[in-house]
């Protein structure tokens, strides 16, 4: 009973590039999500509107977001925490916005310097806006499992968040593994409580692989019916506020299960491995992908 279909969002200019130390050229993104954009990826985080202080790999979002060359068959999105980004986004352009919080008290402090009761009228109220600007909105919810600095997180406390986030209007919430932390039954867990209050086609699952159980998980939400995942390409990726937490799970090795399986996703596997190298070059390092190092020959 697994999906036929699965939607991955390409996370990789966002998630993939806001940890990383060295600086990746304007141009070099946008050639590089030009390339994304034509992979038959449905939908591609492009940046972050954040405080450039915190995030200073995607200071350039807002030359990003003007200068990228939309495929109208692509959903654009980018990451906004407040009025302010959200206004820079709407400005350049955003098919969803994507808001962010954390079922941890300590890791949304940490994070976006706001308690979780300090953010829900930030976040109303940015989902407000979005809505009447007629753009679709995600939730993200961070630590869904476990939290660095706090340990296990019940599910009632992400049932929690997601009631709030889903009553200011979100259109689908995106449940994520901040650290990689998560095995099987813990996904189980989750996603049965999850799914007595919500329709799954309003779940999406947001694996980092820190400890390489991303694919694992994967396969046990595709069970409960999930059929829409983050991933970034290569492998790219991770949490400045999470210390420890890895890229997410790579879009390569989503795609070689996937495909595998038998399961569509409109996606061409070599365009992604060519995009894969393309960064893998500009950022100077093995990405960690497993699947990346047997790229076929074009
Ligand atoms: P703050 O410092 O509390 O905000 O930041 P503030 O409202 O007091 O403003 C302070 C300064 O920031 C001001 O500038 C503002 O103008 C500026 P100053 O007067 O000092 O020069 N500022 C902004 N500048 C540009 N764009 C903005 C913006 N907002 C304020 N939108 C804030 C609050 C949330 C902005 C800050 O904490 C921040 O930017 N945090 C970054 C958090 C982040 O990007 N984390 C990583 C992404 S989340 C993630 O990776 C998890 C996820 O992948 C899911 C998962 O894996 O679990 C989504
Ligand atoms: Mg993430």
Redesign the pocket.
Known sequence: NLPKYVQIKE?GP??GL??EKSWIETVDKIAWINMLSESGVKEIEYS????????PA?ADARIVGKQIKRNPNVSYSA????????D?ALEVGIDRA?V?M?ASETHNLN????SIAETYPILKQVIEEAKQAGKLVTG?????FDCPHEGKIAPSEVLRVCEKLLEFGVDDI?????IGSAVPSQVEQLLEGVLRHYQKEKIIM?F?DTRGMAIANIMTAMQYGINRF?SSIGGL??????QG?AG?VATNDVLYLLHGLGIHTGIDEQKIQEASLYIQEKLGKALPSRSLAYIKSA
Not at 48 to 55: A, T
Not at 111 to 114: G, H, L, R, S, V
Not at 174 to 178: A, E, N, P, V
Not at 237 to 242: K, L, S
Request: with cysteine; net charge positive; proline share 6%.
């Open positions: 996370v966002r998630d806001q940890n972050s509107f954040v405080n450039p202080k915190w995030i995607l990451l906004v925490p407040n009025l302010k980004g959200l820079f994507s962010f954390s994070n976006i310097n706001k993200y919810v961070s630590t869904v995106s449940l994520g593994d901040t947001h980092h983050d990726g991770g949490c400045p506020y999470a937490a997410n």
